[in-house]
């Protein structure tokens, strides 16, 4: 091909994914429309993620205002919008909780390029296909529980008293017993902010419905300051004053790498899982579903952005994404055009944010943890079966008492620890038996103790790992003090690798079988099998012609196991 025409090729190609990523003039005014939308609704919605995770509500603008400008940039998927998530957005509460003077500037910045880091690493490596490996127990204990911790973290500010208790259950619990010390102010803000959503969001305001919610929430709590004798409730300009600028850039502390490299670990987790329910379910413009690789390394590149400019951890947000593709929007633009939004209503209105009421922005938030629970989810899983039950419920009550940065390792932890017992237990060894009736054996259950004189072919069912040997060993026949005659095959087609732990059951096996002059022969085993049977000296403790390599033809190791069995027995004779 000539260099001109490679050169073309290659320009047209790269016009072709820009305007599958960012659109042509035809769809530029559907995604400004989009991206206005979700731009205003993500001021509120970023004040509250800060809110929910102990932080500065303005990191949770920052976050969202950074995220969505990194995530449309860089990530696969082109409608993906990359914000701090409610899962996340607790973890990062913990965190927070668990550091003797709490996140400081300099570790929120260290905690989001850690994160980023992981998920860029991740996504470098094409490791996409790590997240299938979660189970989805986890994935629902986790998501449900972290769902019940948003509405009980928001108990403070929605009722104006600070709880007592080492975590949010046992503070609800206080909150519950002096419920007389509520403030009846922040009460009605937070409950008539809740009432606002509902109502509102059935009107053609739509999603903006939270916007106008919040807004009219804040108003109501400066109208209730007016009220003699009512104690004023708390706005967000009583925590911090909010300046009409864009955030500066925030440098990590590598001091804090080695405490908050395990937070990282399980954001980074959240955060993906998270985001490849996006990546598998929301096809791009071009009608093919984006790399989850490739999201991996576009969520990292946000939280990189996040970090270094005061926000917290980001990750694709299901909801934010759902929201601008409903909006109208055809290309990564909308959420450009979403990030600008929020960077001009920084500019234009920062200092309007700090008479946002907190009870208004808590009402908010409990609203989105009722609905993030899923109890319908929960069912499910719960009736999949026993191993799922007891998954799903030690994540969900690890993750209500202990911090969540180690509550989703330790449910991943015990799923795997779990699926491992189970697969352990689910080695079965069957008997074949040929005779007269028929060129196919039956299958039936292997003796106790090895008959004299037979051939005993053994068909072991089930993953023949480490954890597994001693349940198939304890299923072999026993071999009495004299077995002359006897011949045990073993298939093993199928088995593509074995462990040292399988390896010392089949030697020891086939030892106390020549002590007792009976033989083991080994049918259907894989070059990587036999591989390991000769670098492990197996091959010769067993006896390099006792092994027949498995063949295209199904059965016909197993015959020639068969016709060495009768040749030994006629060497005997």
């Known amino acids: 091909m000539p260099d001109k025409l490679r050169v073309v090729l290659s320009m047209r190609r790269g016009a072709a994914r820009y305007l599958t990523r960012f659109g042509t003039r035809k769809t530029f005014g559907r995604d400004v429309r989009a991206g206005i939308v979700l731009g205003v609704e993500s001021v509120p919605d970023g004040l509250a993620a800060g809110l929910l995770a102990g932080l500065n509500p303005l990191h949770g603008v920052n976050a969202y205002l950074m995220g969505t400008l990194g995530g449309a940039l860089a990530t696969g998927s082109v409608f993906m919008t990359v914000q701090a998530t409610g899962a996340m957005a607790v973890v990062v509460s913990d965190v927070d909780a668990s550091l003797p003077g709490g996140l400081t500037a300099a570790g929120l910045s260290t905690l989001g390029v850690l994160t980023g880091v992981a998920m860029l690493v991740l996504g ?16 629902v204990g986790f998501i449900n529980a972290v769902a019940v911790n948003i509405v009980l973290g928001q108990v403070d500010n929605a009722t104006g ?29 937070a409950v008539v902010t809740i009432a606002l959503v509902l109502t509102l969001e059935r009107t053609r305001l739509g999603p903006l419905a939270m916007v106008a919610a919040v807004v009219l929430g804040s108003g109501l709590a400066a109208l209730l300051v007016l009220v003699p004798g009512v104690h ?11 300046p009409r600028a864009l955030p500066g850039v925030s440098v990590p502390d590598l001091s804090m790498v080695l405490e908050l490299i395990l937070p990282a670990c399980s954001l980074t987790l959240v955060g993906l899982v998270q985001g490849a329910a996006i990546s598998g379910s929301i096809p791009n413009p071009d009608g093919r579903y984006a790399d989850a690789s490739a999201d991996f390394r576009g969520q990292g590149v946000a939280n990189l952005a996040s970090g270094l400019f005061q926000g917290m951890p980001v990750g694709g947000s299901m909801s934010a994404t759902a929201l601008v593709r409903a909006a109208g929007a055809a290309s990564a633009m909308a959420n450009i055009t979403a990030a600008a939004v929020m960077a001009a209503t920084i500019l234009l209105l920062g200092p309007m944010i700090g008479f946002v009421a907190m009870p208004a922005l808590a009402g908010l938030l409990i609203l989105i943890g009722v609905r993030t629970f899923k109890p319908r989810d929960v069912l499910l899983v719960w009736r999949t079966g026993p191993v799922q039950a007891t998954v799903l419920t030690v994540t969900f009550v690890l993750t209500l008492l202990i911090p969540l940065q180690y509550a989703a390792l330790t449910g991943v932890g015990v799923a795997v620890l779990l699926h491992v017992i189970r697969q352990s237990n689910r080695v079965v060894v069957r008997r074949w038996v040929f005779d007269d009736s028929s060129v196919l054996p039956r299958e039936v259950d292997p003796p106790r103790v090895l008959p004299a004189g037979e051939t005993v072919i053994l068909m072991p069912y089930g993953s023949l790992f480490f954890a597994a040997a001693p349940v198939l060993e304890a299923q072999l026949p026993a071999v009495p003090g004299d077995a002359t005659g006897t011949a045990v095959i073993l298939r093993l087609r199928g088995t593509e690798e074995i462990g040292s732990t399988f390896l010392r059951v089949v030697e020891g096996y086939a030892a106390r079988l020549q002590t007792a002059g009976a033989v083991l022969y080994i049918s259907g085993v894989s070059d990587s099998v036999v591989s390991q049977l000769r670098a492990t000296g197996a091959l010769s403790r067993v006896g390099e012609g006792h092994v027949f390599p498995a063949r295209d033809r199904v059965g016909e190791a197993l015959s020639e196991a068969r016709l060495a069995v009768d040749r030994w027995r006629a060497g005997q004779g």
Do not use: C, M, Q
């Open 161 to 189: 008293r600070e709880a007592e208790g080492a975590n949010r259950v046992l503070r609800a619990v206080d909150a519950v017993l002096h419920v007389l010390s509520w403030s009846l102010p922040a009460v009605t803000v």
């Open 124 to 139: 470098i490596l094409r490791l996409g296909s790590l997240v299938r490996f979660i189970p989805t127990a986890v994935l």
């Open 232 to 242: 004023p409730v708390a706005v967000i300009a009583d925590l911090v004053d909010v």
